[in-house]
């Protein structure tokens, strides 16, 4: 799949121009198009009792929202980007999915700052919504670890997490096509402990064996389009251990792709990916099922 | 009836403003809200002028431009760039396509930077039509 159009959707304080900057190596995979999406959260200029619906508060949002696309727009304009822009007031992800099925994008990039826990608890859950109803893949942007810039090239070094799974293969196949702009992917399997039990180390190194085994051949793929990649096993629980994987690697984004359980079950138990995207240090990206045909 | 003037504009406010000023003087205006919209009434209903944003969603001035000018049928329809995006900008983005293959365009017949007066841009309408 190309990513040709992508949706930078900011607040300004989560996701800035050096964040979009760094996403422009994608222009080797044909991205052509940014459209830069800011919601004004309905609550900071709705009725208030003696005031009224705040219309000159949502102008003063709009026009310093303006004055931040204009000035980013014509950096990209004077590259020969294509560039468009929507300031919306209203429900942050009734917004960002409206713009996306408007201007059929490819690719959603939100923005996570770093941020005190009770913050994020709040914040957290438009992120959380973005992922739980996305149909394209959503990239997830933060600071690196110990950080405050972002990276000069997030699609540098990839932690790509499997399980074999229709929605691992999709990932795969997405990363594919990004030879050029990806220079190394670590292909990831967290074996569960319960999978390791056997009554002697050859049972439990078979299984590391067979898992490898299968990575590598998912190596292979890469390499066949030019992508070195390198083959991990690690064990324990799946949020945990991607992580720690990642820093292993030194990974500048995880890549994982998300399958299309049952509302109800990702509302209540979450999911690795959703996870991932959500508490990880690193940038995360995820390649959502295919839609419904 | 007046010259038919397309205003293409994503800004409620500026359309507004526009439709306004060129009611005054006798035009008869026709709105887009962005540049998809806005080339399917260039075609269908050969404008004797566009007055044309640039930051857009769906289709931004800058690539509604090219296809005015590089359309045989069109590219006689003078284009009033009324944007917050330099002049500067505007031309150096028409270049670099231009650069990366496209066909070369000329520039805009009047360029005017957000915000304008009435009498401003009635000016440059007159300039035009007249």
Partial sequence: MNIKKLLFVTKFD??????????????????????FVNVIEREKV?????LGYQKIEEIRLRETANIRFIDWAETLFEQGMEVGVYIVVG???????????????????????????????????DVTEVLRQASIPV????????????????FERILLATDWSPASLRAEAYL??????????????????????????????KVRKAAREKLEEICDRFAGVGIDARAHVYVGDPIKEIERAAKDCQATLIVLGSSAKQEWVERFLGSVPQNIAEKSDYPTLIVPPPKPS | MGKKVLVVDDDPDVRLFSVTVLEEHGYTPLEATDGEQGLAIVKSEQPDLVILDVLMPKESGVRLFRHIKTDPKLQKIPVIILSGITQKSFLRSQKALT???GAAVPEPEAYLEKPVEPEELATAIRNLLH
């Fill in chain 1, 14 to 35: 989560d996701l800035s121009f050096d964040a979009l900057q760094s996403l422009l190596v994608l222009r080797k995979a044909s991205l052509n198009h940014v459209v």
């Fill in chain 1, 46 to 50: 709705s009725m208030h009792r003696g």
């Fill in chain 1, 91 to 125: 429900n942050m992800v009734r917004q960002v999915f409206d713009a996306a099925r408007k201007e059929e994008a490819d690719l959603i990039v939100v923005g996570r700052s770093r941020k005190r826990f009770i913050d994020q608890l709040y914040s957290g859950s």
């Fill in chain 1, 139 to 154: 990239l997830v942007y933060k600071p690196m670890p110990d950080k405050i810039e972002v990276l000069d090239r997030p």
């Fill in chain 1, 176 to 205: 594919r096509p990004l030879n050029g702009i990806v220079e190394q992917v670590h292909v990831v399997h967290v074996a569960q402990e319960k999978d390791l039990k056997g009554d002697n180390s050859m049972t439990v190194q």
């Fill in chain 2, 99 to 101: 650069e990366f293959g």
